[in-house]
Nanobody, 124 residues
């Protein structure tokens, strides 16, 4: 049974930082591209960041560039998302997702496994 479990969310003041983690189990982690998406209330789910199976190739949404870093530790089956300079508009549920092999990073359709999400709330 595949599980993706996010952690690290919480309440943070604007300008602060968070490091989200996503622990994967039940799948050959190093064979999967990993991505982070988020969904704010009343809005559609949006892409934030993703990286290749080795972690060498990374992609970021414009909203995340310059203040976010995605990384992975294949030995720990874990992917991370560091977000700095948090803004009120970053408030959302953050999801990690896994997509097999090669392909698109920013579209959510290739991602076959999803976590339940972790809430990030930024106070202004």
């Amino acid at each position: 049974q595949v599980q993706l479990v996010e952690s690290g969310g919480g309440l943070v003041q604007a300008g602060g930082s968070l490091r989200l983690s996503c622990a994967a189990s039940g799948l050959p982690f190093s064979n999967y591209r990993m991505g982070w998406f988020r969904q704010a209330p009343g809005k559609e789910r949006e892409f934030i960041a993703a990286l290749s199976r080795s972690g060498v190739i990374t992609h970021y949404a414009e909203s995340a560039k310059g203040r976010s870093t995605i990384s992975r530790d294949n030995a720990k089956n874990t992917v991370y998302l560091q977000i700095n300079s948090l803004k009120f508009e970053d408030t959302a549920v953050y999801y990690c997702a896994a997509a097999p092999g090669f392909g698109d990073y920013t579209n959510d359709r290739p991602y076959t496994y999803w976590g339940l999400g972790t809430q990030v709330t930024v106070s202004s």
